[in-house]
């Protein structure tokens, strides 16, 4: 079955150091990853994705992810923490049924708390 | 803003009720899934249509309907409602891609709070 599974409950971490989200998978075959954030009270926000090529993927508000096939993860990162940047990540893998169907398995998503 | 809208954002009703969810996905959407997130069950894939045709479903309660329309709009219905009902509905919406990985845009969501 395919799955995605974020060991952290939350990660702690000061403004201006490095952070990391952790993310692993499971799926069969070539796996479609996802990084979404939830800010308090809000929906669901896109940050970056992996389908193919480059290991290293960029996305929004300076965040980026690396893919590592052999490991199965796709952990999320960002060179310098803010503030801002507190809020509910989740990781997800693209579940293909075929055609147009694109379903997404959510992790149990990470509470980042960046401190001042 | 993600372009998918979500109608209404919070709704309180009693056990029993039904209620009604509705979305609208971003132009040139064909796809449109619903999920569920609550404390306990985390973020739940409930159903997708694609072009108002159900395409794939999931941990959808038998009480819970959806459909799409020709206008391509959803609505997700909650029918004899329960206080463990109580969650946030997500819409979601994506346009088609044969080359897959389409990016899947999430509305901000309706609070339903099942008193």
Known sequence: ?116 | DSGVTQTPKHLITATGQRVTLRCSPRSGDLSVYWYQQSLDQGLQFLIQYYNGEERAKGNILERFSAQQFPDLHSELNLSSLELGDSALYFCASSATDSTGGNTIYFGEGSWLTVV
């Open chain 1, 1 to 116: 079955a395919q799955s995605v599974a974020q060991p952290e409950d939350q990660v702690n971490v000061a403004e201006g150091n490095p952070l990391t989200v952790k993310c692993t998978y499971s799926v069969s075959g070539n796996p479609y990853l996802f990084w979404y954030v939830q800010y308090p009270n809000r929906g669901l926000q896109f940050l970056l994705k992996y389908i193919t090529g480059d290991n290293l993927v960029k996305g929004s508000y300076g965040f980026e992810a690396e893919f590592n096939k052999s490991q199965t993860s796709f952990h999320l990162k960002k060179p310098s923490a803010l503030v801002s940047d507190s809020a509910l990540y989740f990781c997800a893998v693209r579940v293909p049924y075929g055609g147009a169907t694109n379903k997404l398995i959510f992790g149990t998503g990470t509470l980042l708390a960046v401190q001042p």
